[in-house]
């Protein structure tokens, strides 16, 4: 049986995507490289961005399991992972919580209290949940992907470092431009009658992160990668850098895009590509700095070859 198709798969879904959501390109693109590369992804935006319609949409194209969550001040750890209780017959029952799906969808996750924040880190790091004495494992694939507000907006908590770095990228979504948004009109006024439709199922998903593992690193990449991280640590506008979880985001994103273009070897244009996204939720800036995430990145791309 020949090797899936990598590059036309994702074009497939491209086009598909198109159908239902305005502009959002590069969104998308780095959502399908995480699901590739078999990462989780947190969508920042204000409300009414479509963080949530493009998630759901990209759900849609996989014939999979799909749960949706929803960030409450009230979201206790056992509306996640689940929890246990004793039956009329004196018996023992699980109930198992969303996460036991292959792609999660949490909106709004930042207006969870941070104790329930907490009962994703097993889940999103181990794929597992510890449940009643026992450790269940997740369904393969597993995938989530969660979305927040910006922390100006009235309810919100900020999401723990420890979180964050579990998240492979963090995207932001920005306000559609007017074209995209004369086309989204265009998109709401048919949606009724066109369903999204799948273009590929688990067993290709899984298929997909297996190859893009085989995609060689280049040893100058590899040290490019490096140098990136490690100058986050040393910026004296940052109090903390990134963590050896970067590298590996670096390493398994450059490797899902290089497989999605149809190319074997991951480029330092990858990576300069995947640097906001990866390393934007990783950083923690100095107050009285004067310069954003966004602006440390750049700076240090344009200092280093």
Known sequence: MPDLDASAVY?????????????????IELMVIALVANGHTLLEGVPGVAKTTITKAL????????????GTPDLEPRDIVGYTYLDTDNSVKLTRGPVFTNILLVDELNRAPPKTMSALLETLEERQVSLGGSTLPLLTPFVAFATQNPLTVEGTEPLPKVLADRFIMKISVDYPSMQEEEEMLRIKEREEKTAVRKIIGTKDVIELQAQAKKITLPDDVAEYITKIVNATRKDIHVVMGGSPRADIAFMQCGKAKALLEGRQQVTKDDIRFLARPVLSHRIAVRATGGIGVHGIVDGILATLN
Do not use: N
Not at 12 to 26: D, F, N, P, R
């Open 59 to 70: 759900a849609s194209t996989i014939d999979a399991d799909f749960k949706r969550l929803q």
């Open 11 to 27: 074009k497939q879904v491209l086009e598909e995507m198109k159908k239902h959501i305005a502009g959002k390109i590069e969104t």
